[in-house]
């Protein structure tokens, strides 16, 4: 009987240790975030509303109907005054550039915000273990991380994954990139670098699909640190709950809705398809049916399924006539219950407006990727950090909040996840948030873009072949 009792405790004295084993290594996979570190450009790329009517009026393919497009594009396109873009722009050279001014612009970037976050943190780049850098539109050799390992002549061990043609949603594939390495090694320090290169991308034809393009996207990029670090988990600005991609590219129409191409006469572009906003409505539905189960509590979930079983007996609705309904259909669930924060790519004022009223968010939820739209205009895959800082910079974000990162790129892609703060953050401990300087200029009473007011002469036009543009504008 003592034998039997002594072997009892002993086995279970024994599944104790595995649960507790199993538990504890859990925790060394967890994904933090230290610290994140945005560019800013120097003000002398910034693009006001006179150089952008100068580089408009550079391209001697335009005619009217392009001058019309293009005006009606950027008044309603939420992009402010002050946006960046590449250098070469303010030399005259857009369509003529080199493979030195890409990676000049690049260079800008990463030895500007690398250095922030490191000397900030009293890292060393050897104290890096992985590094994962995302531009889609540039393909260098040797590649930018190679780069970035040389100017920093970090060790010869580290782990390294240079990512391209992701798209705007390749800040969250980078993250799920990092998080399954953090599954495998532990004790590591991660950086993370996304960006995206406009100097070689700027299409200088008259397609209106192709054009579409020029008018969003801005120069910008982010450096983000991450660990598994059990003893710099206090550190943490956030961790990782959980990440969801969906990608449609065995979608033909998906596939197609976002492609770079030449044009009829050779000019290279990024081509948008009709398409576009079905695809994107497509897979942002997709990706929410398997994250939604993650992230809201149960009770709601719960409340969703009984309203949807009401509706399907009581007969379908009639459908609404609305086009934002049409593109973006409401989930019919309560989003807020699971989440305080919405961090939306900013791919365009269409785009924010399409998942606040998908997701049924107030003004108040859609002001951060708003004012950053406005400020620093799609910066591609960094535009989610400069909304995360507009957070920051507001002081938002507090202990247990949770922040859903939304985003869309190229192929076709809809990768979304949810980070909860692990501390209160206070604008004084983020010396290097971009948005410091202003944010007390945020939101602004008015967002509307002054172009309208200097070109807008040329919606009363009419006649195509005795169109000429007056004079102050030559």
Request: charged fraction near 25%; hydrophobic fraction near 40%.
């Amino acid at each position: 009987m003592d034998l039997l009792c002594i072997l009892s405790s002993l086995l279970i004295s024994y599944l104790i240790f595995k649960i507790w084993k199993r538990i504890d290594s859990k925790r060394d996979q967890n994904c933090y975030i230290l610290d994140y570190q945005c560019h800013k450009p120097s003000d002398d790329r910034m693009v006001s509303t006179q150089f952008s009517g100068e580089i408009i009026l550079r391209n001697k393919h335009l005619r009217l109907n392009e001058y019309k497009f293009l005006l009606k594009a950027i008044v309603s396109s939420g992009i402010g005054e002050e946006t960046y873009a590449p250098r070469l722009f303010f030399e005259g050279r857009e369509e003529c550039p080199t493979q030195q001014d890409a990676l000049s612009e690049m260079e800008e970037f990463y030895i500007d915000t690398i250095k922030k976050l490191l000397e900030r943190n009293k890292l060393s780049p050897k104290d890096i273990d992985v590094l994962v850098v995302n531009v889609a539109m540039l393909n260098s050799t040797p590649s930018l991380s190679a780069r970035i390992i040389n100017h920093y002549k970090m060790r010869e061990d580290i782990k390294v994954f240079n990512l391209t043609a992701m798209g705007c949603s390749a800040s969250v594939i980078s993250v799920d990139i990092v998080k399954n390495i953090f599954k495998t090694y532990k004790n590591k320090l991660a950086l993370v670098v996304t960006s995206e290169s406009l100097s070689q991308n700027w299409y200088s034809g008259n397609n209106r699909s192709m054009i579409l393009a020029n008018c969003l996207f801005r120069s910008g990029g982010c450096a983000v640190l991450l660990t598994n670090k059990r003893c710099l988990s206090g550190r943490a600005m956030f961790k990782l709950k959980c990440l969801v991609r969906t990608h449609h590219g065995a979608r033909e129409d998906s596939y197609n809705a976002c492609v770079q191409k030449e044009d009829e006469l050779g000019r290279v572009g990024i081509h948008l398809d009709k398409t576009l906003p079905k695809a994107a409505t497509r897979a942002f539905v997709d990706n929410l049916k398997v994250i939604t189960p993650k992230i809201l509590p149960v009770t709601e979930l719960f409340r969703f399924m009984l309203s949807l079983l009401l509706k399907k007996l009581r007969g379908n609705p009639s459908k609404g006539s609305t086009a934002v309904a049409q593109a973006a259909p409401k989930a019919g669930i309560n989003f807020k219950t699971g989440i305080d924060h919405f961090c939306i790519h900013t791919g365009g004022k269409a785009v924010i407006d399409a998942i606040g009223y998908s997701l049924d968010l107030s003004e108040y939820d859609l002001e951060p990727a708003r004012m950053t739209l406005h400020r620093f205009g799609n910066t591609s895959a960094s535009s989610l950090w400069y909304v995360l800082g507009y957070m920051e910079a507001k002081k938002r974000l507090r202990r247990g909040d949770r922040v859903f990162m939304i985003s869309f790129g190229a192929g076709f892609k809809c990768n979304s996840c949810v980070w909860e703060v692990v501390r209160d953050l206070n604008v004084g401990e983020s010396l290097g948030n971009v948005w410091n300087h202003c944010i007390d200029q945020y939101p602004p009473q008015s967002i509307v873009n002054p172009f309208l007011d200097k070109y807008g002469w040329i919606r009363e036009e009419d006649d195509h072949d005795a169109f000429k543009l007056r004079e102050e504008f030559m």
